[in-house]
């Protein structure tokens, strides 16, 4: 069986709750002992570099990443060539987590969805008859009764069965290894018998050098440049 890289997102017309859902599961998965992650998607313009600071004049000077680390926090800019990819973002700047949930990224084809449904839902359509790849609905249970669909149904209180199908669908494999190969920016799925070769080939090599003892997470980052 292929696995399928940690992260799943939120989706639903304007006011239909998904933040306020977003939060309880993401707590009932950190109470579980999961470290979650969460990357929201907004239309509105991000707050940008304060003109006339360093940092401003590092982006006019053309560089796109820069990085401000400070005492309490760290911000990062960089461009958004790759903003409709949350699998891109989140191997950049979210690998130290079990479980990445997103808010919004609905027309997305990387990533699976769960639409939350508004509480008024006579009067609109479901987006997973317009976008790719949502495998829940989550509703209120008094209207549950109104979809027909082969999808599963969740009531929207049911916040740990939620939770366990997250788990259930992101970790499919009882040997819960986790192993993601991207290669240009691209998840390339493994099966399981690929992952335990590649795992047991790095971990081998990875023994066998000094100040490696306990590691548990290893990452590996291979990038060519052309010769100008």
């Known amino acids: 069986m292929k696995q399928k890289f940690p992260i799943i997102s939120f989706i639903g017309w304007h006011n239909s709750g998904k933040t306020t859902l977003i939060r309880k599961v993401a707590s009932e998965l950190k109470d579980r002992g999961f ?30 990443n820069i990085g401000l680390i400070g005492a309490t926090g760290s911000i990062f800019y960089t ?12 191997s950049k700047f979210l690998s130290n987590v079990d479980i990445i949930i ?41 209207y549950k009764e109104l979809y027909d669909t082969t999808i599963p149904i969740f009531d929207k209180e049911d916040v740990k069965g939620l939770a366990d199908f997250i788990l259930s669908y ?9 192993l993601y190969l991207f290669v240009n920016g691209r998840l390339i799925p493994l099966k399981r018998y690929v992952r335990d ?10 023994k066998a050098l000094k100040g490696t003892q306990g590691a548990k997470d290893i990452e590996i980052k291979i990038k060519k440049r052309t010769e100008q």
């Open 197 to 206: 070769s590649f795992k047991g080939v790095i971990e081998g090599f990875i």
């Open 170 to 178: 992101l970790f499919p494999y009882k040997d819960k290894q986790q």
């Open 35 to 64: 470290k979650i992650g969460i990357l929201k998607s907004t239309h509105h313009n991000i707050i940008s570099h304060k003109p006339g600071s360093d940092t401003d004049l590092y982006s006019k000077d053309g560089i796109k």
């Open 102 to 142: 997103c808010e919004g990224f609905k027309h997305s084809p990387h990533i699976s969805k769960i639409e939350v449904v508004s509480s008024n839902p006579t009067k609109e359509s479901l987006l997973k008859d317009q976008v790719p790849n949502v495998i829940a609905l989550a509703i209120k249970k008094e």
């Open 79 to 90: 461009d958004n060539t790759n903003l409709e990819n949350p699998l891109w973002i989140s």
